[in-house]
């Protein structure tokens, strides 16, 4: 059984990667734009501090604070203005997840198949037909 070259296969490749990146974009076009949340400043999050409304997180990872900024300590409670945002933007980030996700695995279904097909010509069409939709 003959298989792809290394130049067709890497060929195929890269026409997954175009298919995929349109995939992505038409879909994402349908949920729309990411949800805009908004967010406490700094002054807003002092005051909370001092009026006790704010409460001390029970462990605090500074992953993306590495110099620990004060404010980064302490939940803050969400206003009713700010729930409805919140619902919709883990809504939309579970459907983008979605959407990536099942990308990914058309993508390495097709990587897997192109590894085994006979023929170039028919699997640079199944590249075409897997993400059409």
Do not use: C
Not at 92 to 99: G, H, L, P, Y
Not at 100 to 107: G, M, P, R, S
């Amino acid at each position: 059984m003959a298989s792809l070259t290394k130049t067709q296969l890497e060929h195929a490749k890269s026409r997954v990667a175009t298919a995929m990146a349109a995939y992505i974009h038409r879909q994402m076009a349908t949920i729309g734009e990411e949800p805009d949340v908004q967010e406490y400043d700094d002054s807003q999050k002092l005051a909370m501090i001092r009026s006790g409304t704010a409460t001390l997180k029970a462990k605090y990872h500074g992953d993306n604070d590495p110099y620990g900024h004060l404010t980064n300590f302490f939940n803050y409670t969400d206003t009713p203005e700010m729930t409805a945002p919140r619902a919709k933007l883990a809504t939309w980030e579970a459907a983008r997840d979605k959407i990536n996700a099942d990308a990914a695995t058309i993508e390495a279904k097709l990587i897997d198949e192109l590894v085994m097909s006979p023929d170039g010509t028919a699997a640079l069409e199944r590249i075409a037909a897997a993400f059409a939709g």
